[in-house]
């Protein structure tokens, strides 16, 4: 069984900063790919950014930079550093993992709300 746990996320004013982290645990192959979505209310969940297992990563154009993901594959972790945020990042975040057989792996979400 596999376990995907997201930090908790925060309440910050807009132009803050915040770091949001991601653990999988548990029997899983070898990882392929970890990534961020998020879901407004009201709208479906897109892409944040995701990193794959060579290092590459794609971003959503909205968060191009201000958003940094990274990963840390000893310990099956991904990050996500947000800076400059905007109340339009407000959002449930959720944490996905896909294994070396495709199969995908979500968390439970985490809540970023950013006020202006």
């Known amino acids: 069984q596999v376990k995907v746990v997201e930090s908790v996320g925060a309440l910050v004013q807009a132009g803050g900063s915040l770091r949001l982290s991601c653990a999988a645990s548990g029997t899983i192959f070898r990882i392929n790919a970890m990534g961020w979505y998020r879901q407004a209310p009201g709208k479906q969940r897109d892409l944040v950014a995701n990193i794959i297992s060579d290092g590459s990563t794609n971003y959503a154009d909205s968060v191009k930079g201000r958003f940094t993901i990274s990963r840390d594959n000893a310990k099956n972790t991904v990050y996500l550093q947000m800076n400059s945020l905007r109340p339009e990042d407000t959002a449930v975040y959720y944490c996905?993992?896909?294994?070396?057989?495709?199969?995908?792996?979500w968390g439970q979400g985490t809540q970023v709300t950013v006020s202006s």
């Open positions: 996905k993992v896909v294994d070396s057989r495709w199969a995908e792996y």
